[in-house]
């Protein structure tokens, strides 16, 4: 695959464009940016859109709804229950939406990692993500559940990882320096170049999506939680199922933080970051069957989550949630579920730098299978492996994942910053035996991204 180096002309801050119901830039923080100029409308606005224009009938009787992002369907970085919809939509429609990308869309090839940097010191309290919503559901009460299945994705033509220097990620005492880049994404290949030789395959799925929280306020988007949001769920990809609780009438659905792949662990703080022109998505309320934390459906699998400051919490509420979810599938005691997940699920550390660290596991639907229980210690045919157990998760974690950005300097002989990046958006840290005394995190590469250079 050739370099490709590519410059994109955008106005900132506009976009151009039944288990359970049983040519890369990279600039570095030491480069004096150029001075800041706040994002301006193109045109003095004309007030709001007609919802009434935005809406397709369907041969079905439902309605594809039409969801452009603009600022005026957008927020920066928080959600509120109290924000008029922007879309109001019944049970059983489908929404094609746009998303931004962060910082209503100031985060472009040319912005630096200085300017990055200043988006969030100058606006404490919110996050980076531009979400699009709220989307108000008709019918949908508090104690029901929002089905959206993913449809379809497309995303934007460039993506981005960036670490801020000295702020947030998983080591940032460690890397006070920051770097951001820029890549070409080739959606016929579904491949990016990272470096010469290093290429990322894309998986895209959206990192923030979820309804708006019970509590009144307005909160950041960085935090997951039972509302789903910034799940940062790699495996949320098309042809797969949200489900997740109701606080509030309407439920109020956003979605941003678009993705084109991750690894688990998203380890130096973002995957790869990017934008989607369209977003599908059918939307359903479901009624009777009410559920205390949101979970995914896909082809093969039920995916149960944990979330918590603390790994160990993280993992056992996904424990927990695994548990409750085997008992019910499987009709058996939570004892017997309890040896059933060890024998059949297959857990992953999602993400440890939305200030709620996350556990996700996934359970097979043919209950004659078993999910991928691979947890080597050493190098396999497949992957580079680095390997780490101690008592608090959190330990295990942190040496396993900087065991293999360090591999990948003294090994590969990758700069220390660009092995920063490549562990956040494709190493896979899986969880392997946990007790009391130990916890346990393999944390695997797949051979299969270093490539002969051309």
């Not at 359970?20 to 709001?48: D, K, N």
């Amino acid at each position: 695959m050739k370099r490709r180096n590519f410059t994109v002309v955008a106005a900132a801050g506009l976009i151009a464009g039944g288990s359970w119901l049983v040519g890369t830039t990279v600039v570095s923080a030491q480069q004096q940016p150029p001075p800041y100029t706040p994002p301006t409308e193109a045109v003095p606005s004309i007030g709001r859109a007609d919802p009434n224009l935005r809406a397709l009938a369907l041969p079905t009787g439902k309605k594809l709804h039409l969801l452009p992002a603009t600022l005026e369907t957008t927020q920066w970085g928080w959600f509120d229950n109290a924000q008029p919809p922007v879309l109001r939509i019944n049970a059983g429609d489908t929404v094609a939406l746009e998303t931004m990308m962060h910082s209503h869309n100031q985060v472009l090839p040319g912005t630096t990692i200085d300017q990055i940097k200043k988006l969030r010191t100058d606006h404490p309290g919110r996050g980076p993500h531009t979400v699009t919503g709220p989307i108000y559901v008709e019918g949908a009460e508090p104690g029901d559940v929002l089905k959206v299945t993913i449809n379809k994705i497309v995303p934007r033509a460039y993506g981005v990882n960036f670490n801020v220097p000295g702020m947030f990620g998983q080591f940032p005492k460690e890397y006070p320096d920051g770097q951001v880049k820029y890549l070409y994404l080739d959606w016929d290949k579904k491949v990016t170049e990272f470096l010469p030789g290093v290429q990322i395959p894309l998986r895209p799925f959206p990192g923030t999506i979820g309804v708006a929280r019970k509590e009144p306020g307005r909160y950041s988007t960085v935090p997951p939680g039972e509302f789903a949001g910034n799940l940062d769920i790699r495996d949320l990809v098309e042809g797969t199922t949200l489900y997740v609780p109701v606080f509030v009438r309407g439920a109020l659905l956003w979605s941003g933080d678009s993705h084109a792949a991750q690894g688990n662990g998203e380890v130096n703080l973002t995957a790869l970051e990017t934008a989607y022109k369209e977003l599908n998505i059918t939307v359903d309320v479901i009624k009777g069957n009410p559920l205390d934390f949101p979970r995914i459906e896909t082809p093969k699998s039920w995916i149960t989550i944990g979330l918590d400051q603390d790994l160990n919490k993280a993992w056992d509420q996904a424990k927990a949630q695994t548990i409750k979810f085997l008992a019910e599938q499987r009709k058996v005691s939570p004892e017997q579920a309890a040896k059933l997940m060890v024998q059949v699920s297959d857990c992953r550390v999602t993400q440890v730098v939305d200030v709620k660290k996350g556990v996700h596991c996934l359970n097979p639907k043919n209950t004659g299978v078993k999910e991928d229980m691979d947890r080597p210690t050493k190098e396999t045919a497949k992957y580079y492996v680095s390997h780490a157990k101690d008592a608090d998760f959190n330990k295990a974690m942190d040496t396993a994942s900087m065991a293999m950005i360090k591999w990948l300097e003294s090994n590969k002989k990758i700069a220390r910053l660009d092995a920063y990046g490549l562990a956040s958006m494709a190493m896979d840290c899986r969880v392997g035996a946990v007790s009391d005394a130990e916890k346990n995190v393999h944390c695997l590469l797949p051979k299969s991204i270093f490539v002969a250079k051309r």
